[in-house]
């Protein structure tokens, strides 16, 4: 399977003749035919396309006898054209492929020259008739297989994507709840084929509670924040069943649980239930990594700074001394050098992780910029306890009275401190580096 703009799966170069009917082909056809197919394979799409428009102005006749066969002769068509970046000749190839089987409207062969057609509008900009192509596509394998035939997943994902590009999130709930209710309608609830579909719906549901954040959406996010829990739940239990209790297959899903547990945390929220789940997960990753025949003292180190680090995140006692734990794991061995400078070298950031990927807003462009990317430069200490002390703009095209939140933010940081002999120490001259752009925050628009 290839992705290719915006994730839409393009389809691989049709072969549309059977391998041993191509002899019987007139020479000059297959003499062409072989050579795009060459071609193809090595990925010399625009040299290819000759050949196809000899192909095509040679073998297709005025009244084809084959309907099925002059289909995929457009179809195949259409795809190298597409991998050309020709896109109007794609377009005129897809569409010919598709009035071919005309009276026929929900023939199944139409599924890959819709999907041609969908992909090729998309990248025209053309997104509602992009959309058009994909329902029908859909609409067919629904006729022809159910509607929760695992088929048509490829052309869910492509849906998908084109809606996320074009309508609000709350339009997309109902694309990713059908999704896992194919994969469950086809291997049941707790089957480990699902688990994926599972995770996928977590994700994006727990990522709906945590952008509704002010208390008018109250209640959608409790519930956007409970299913997903509960998914995540059900995946991970899946895994153990299907995997055991200590399969690597569980890393990932329980971290990442770990992970939005802590972004679901509310100044509402009374309960500590999400704090005590999130240690326990993190506990459970750690003995995993142990129970692995491979384990290195540099993994179990590592694996024990990661419930240290969450210790830090929620504010709970007794983090310094697992960091300690970890540091007499790997000691003053000089096999461990990169692995103690990784993880004890230099303060890591723990919370507010984003301040660099994320732009801070001023409402207009100060004067002394001249056109060039905004940016400040806060210098701060992280002391021993992992707080930031003594910010202070130091540099920057922004005036410094416009860092103030900023530097309120990365005053409120939880940083790993540096560690020397076992010992966490104050590190002084950090420099943070914060992009800006002009506008105003999605939270004052409001």
Not at 10 to 24: H, R, T, W
Not at 81 to 97: T, V
Not at 160 to 175: G, S
């Amino acid at each position: 399977m290839a992705f290719g703009l915006l994730g839409f799966y393009l389809p691989q170069s049709l072969s549309f003749i059977p391998p041993e009917q191509v002899s019987a082909l007139p020479d000059t056809v297959r003499n062409h035919y072989v050579l795009s197919e060459e071609l193809v394979r090595e990925e010399n799409f625009s040299a290819a396309t000759h050949h196809v428009d000899a192909m095509i102005s040679q073998w297709a006749q005025p009244e084809p006898v084959d309907i099925e066969a002059i289909l995929q002769l457009y179809d195949y068509a259409g795809d190298v054209y597409l991998k050309a970046g020709d896109l109007e000749s794609a377009l005129r190839h897809f569409d010919k492929a598709v009035t071919a089987y005309e009276g026929e409207s929900f023939s199944a062969e139409l599924v890959m020259p819709l999907q041609g057609l969908a992909v090729t509008y998309m990248r025209l900009g053309m997104v509602d008739e992009a959309e058009q192509m994909l329902l029908r596509a859909q609409n067919i394998m629904h006729r022809h297989q159910g509607v929760y035939s695992l088929e048509q997943l490829k052309i869910l994902e492509e849906l998908t994507a084109l809606k996320d590009q074009t309508v609000p999130e709350y339009k997309l709930d109902a694309l990713y709840r059908y999704h896992l209710r194919i994969h469950e309608s086809a291997f049941g609830r707790h089957d480990s084929r699902s688990v994926s579909s599972m995770l996928r719906l977590a994700e994006y549901l727990g990522e709906r509670a945590v952008n509704l954040r002010y208390r008018p959406n109250g209640y959608k996010r409790r519930v956007f924040r409970q299913n997903s829990h509960e998914l995540f739940e059900r995946a991970i239990e899946v895994l153990k069943t299907e995997y055991g209790p200590h399969s690597p297959r569980l890393l990932q899903p329980i971290r990442d649980y770990a992970s939005m547990l802590y972004r679901h945390r509310g100044r509402y929220d009374r309960s500590m239930a999400g704090k005590r789940r999130s240690v326990e997960l993190i506990r459970e990753v750690e003995q995993i990594i142990a129970a692995q025949p491979d384990v290195t003292q540099a993994d179990l180190a590592a694996a024990r700074v990661a419930v240290a680090d969450l210790y830090v995140i929620w504010g709970k006692g007794g983090a310094l001394q697992i960091y300690r734990e970890a540091w007499d794991m790997i000691g003053d061995d000089p096999q461990f050098d990169v692995v103690r400078q990784e993880l004890f070298g230099e303060p890591v950031r723990l919370t507010n992780r984003t301040l660099s990927e994320k732009p801070e807003y001023v409402r207009a462009p100060p004067l002394m910029a001249n056109g060039e990317p905004l940016f400040s430069e806060i210098a701060f200490k992280v002391a021993a306890n992992g707080r930031v002390r003594k910010t202070e703009t130091v540099g920057g095209n922004v005036p410094f009275w416009r860092t103030f939140r900023l530097k309120e933010k990365l005053e409120g940081a939880k940083y790993r401190p540096r560690f020397v002999d076992g010992e966490p120490v104050a590190t002084e001259g950090l420099v943070h580096v914060q992009p800006y752009r002009v506008g105003l925050a999605s939270w004052y628009r409001r």
